[in-house]
């Protein structure tokens, strides 16, 4: 909820010392193991800022970040543009230990 309504670039600037964005690896794993967390349209869908994607048709390199996302009924992997915002996603992080 901390990053909700920003794009992945600007949660990434946002970042306090210590946090991480999660990478897809970790966003899936999430994902399996908590199957509540994505059962309506209406939730918070993952940014996955931990990781970059670099799509050969764009004319700009790593313009994309990787994330979940809950359409008709089943869990979907994608890509969504780096500097777009929506207020139904928020990039997932987490903390390393001090």
């Not at 010392?17 to 897809?24: A, V």
């Not at 931990?50 to 700009?60: H, K, L, T, W």
């Not at 790593?62 to 992997?77: D, K, Q």
């Not at 969504?80 to 987490?94: E, L, P, R, T, V």
């Amino acid at each position: 909820m901390c990053h909700r309504g920003r794009s992945t670039r600007r949660a990434r600037e946002c970042f306090v010392g210590n946090e991480i964005g999660l990478e897809p690896i970790i966003g899936a794993a999430v994902a399996l193991t908590h199957p509540e967390r994505f059962f309506r349209f209406e939730e918070l869908d993952m940014d996955l800022p931990g990781a970059e994607f670099d799509d050969p048709a764009s004319v700009v390199r790593f313009a994309a970040a990787p994330c979940l996302n809950f359409h008709v009924g089943r869990v979907e992997f994608g890509t969504k543009q780096y500097d777009d915002a929506y207020d139904f996603y928020g990039s997932a992080s987490w903390f390393l230990p001090q």
